[in-house]
């Protein structure tokens, strides 16, 4: 089984937290940081397990690359 490097964003919401695949835009939400984590997995898996390869080819997207900025705030 080939395994391919995607990121993961995640943001703390009211009562969880909210994953991101950014390369395929396709997010999920867990209790847990975890948790998170894994539904994302599982919904990127169900993705390729259904998509076809037209479709995975549109909305696979270049890795992003994250970094911190620091602004002035008022």
Request: aromatic fraction near 6%; glycine fraction near 4%.
């Amino acid at each position: 089984m080939k395994m391919i490097p995607l990121s993961a964003v995640l943001n703390q919401e009211d009562d969880g937290y909210v994953s991101l695949c950014t390369e395929l835009d396709i997010a999920s939400q867990g209790a847990t940081i975890e948790e998170a984590l894994i539904n994302l997995k599982e919904a990127v898996e169900g993705f390729f397990e259904t998509a076809s390869p037209q479709e995975i080819k549109e909305r696979l997207k270049k890795p992003s690359l994250f970094t911190h900025i620091e602004v002035a705030c008022a």
